[in-house]
């Protein structure tokens, strides 16, 4: 389908118009053939029409960045995302996580935060407070996605996965423009960067490890598509380049939520020093690099390390789950 055919079929959907039949019908189709760019971008447009965003003040709207995975890799590991979201906004990025409870993992964004002790029950208001005083928020995906409540059921009766898979990480609430988007598989890297071009961000970069993380990984090479002023770049990303050694898939294996806390908190009090640490310093290196922060990876990478290790992101941590208790 083109852009504006699928825009139509996705109204549909959204607005409650399609039978079971006709919506399990056009999701599994989109499956079989393989989603397009403009499918994607069609169909995260009709989503984020639909959902009940924050309104951040206007100087914060172009500033806000997502560090954020499809999910669905199986890898069992770590909850990287979160844990470099924690340590960009040491750094003064601001980051709107977007994120839910687990589904294919053992511990979501929102289970390991929780574990933590940030409080996640926050109105909207209060999130947008959250993010001007710590330059972190997040934001539980079923609270600002109410329509997917009558489209779940149907997605769950299908089989394998859905273009829903794809799209909800590029639906960030708060309108978030930039990102570092991991993906289930590299095939669909570049489709979805010049998704994001069409819906006008301007700087993200979408990522797949090949041994099959929506992470950039610290056991192989990583497959990238970097979306930077309307042009889309690909490239690989070896972590040997920035002296971390090559490991075990293994060794970036976490558990329950408390267990993933935990090694949260290990990193950033210098307790965990190996695999588990470089992955989540490599990813936020690339954030960083996403944001402007840095001028290159490398940068990126330095800045990470300096975050963890002068205690900075474990400060900011303590800030978070400070403010978030007061509601």
């Known amino acids: ?4 055919e699928a825009k139509k079929a996705f109204a549909a959907l959204f607005q409650n118009e399609l039978s079971d039949w006709e919506a399990r019908s056009l999701l599994s189709s989109l499956y079989e053939n393989g989603e397009n760019e403009e499918e994607i971008a069609a169909a995260t447009t009709v989503m984020r029409s639909h959902s009940i965003k924050l309104s951040l003040p206007l100087e914060l709207q172009d500033k806000v960045i997502d560090i954020v995975g499809t999910g669905g890799d199986k890898s069992k590991s770590i909850n990287v995302s979160s844990t470099s979201a924690i340590i960009l906004a040491s750094l003064g990025s601001f980051v709107a996580k977007h994120g839910n409870r687990a589904i294919t993992s053992n511990s979501g964004s929102a289970d390991v935060l929780e574990a933590l002790g940030v409080n996640l ?112 770049s690909e490239f690989e990303i070896n972590p040997e380049d920035f002296g971390i050694k090559l490991s075990k898939k293994e060794e970036v ?74 509601f």
């Open 121 to 232: 029950s926050l109105s909207n208001e209060a999130q947008i407070k959250m993010l001007e005083e710590t330059n972190f928020t997040f934001m539980f995906a079923v609270n600002h996605h109410p329509v997917m409540s009558y489209i779940m059921p149907i997605r769950r009766s299908i089989p394998h996965r859905t273009i829903f898979n794809i799209i909800g990480p590029l639906c960030n609430p708060a309108g978030a423009k930039k990102g570092l988007i991991g993906v289930f598989s590299a095939e669909f890297n570049t489709r979805i960067a010049n998704a994001l071009k069409r819906l006008n961000s301007p700087s993200s970069l979408v990522v797949s490890s090949l041994d099959g993380m929506d992470e950039i990984s610290v056991s192989s090479m990583t497959k990238a598509s970097f979306l930077k002023d309307g042009n889309v």
């Open 1 to 4: 389908m083109n852009f504006l």
């Open 253 to 326: 294996v976490g558990g329950d939520a408390y267990e993933n806390a935990k090694i949260t908190l290990d990193i950033f009090e210098k307790n965990e020093m190996g695999a588990k640490r470089d992955i989540v310093l490599l990813n936020s290196a690339y954030s960083l690099l996403v944001d402007g922060k840095a001028r290159d990876a490398k940068e990126g990478y330095e800045m990470a390390k300096m975050a963890v290790d002068s205690g900075l992101a474990k400060q900011k941590l303590n800030e978070i789950i400070k403010f978030s208790q007061q």
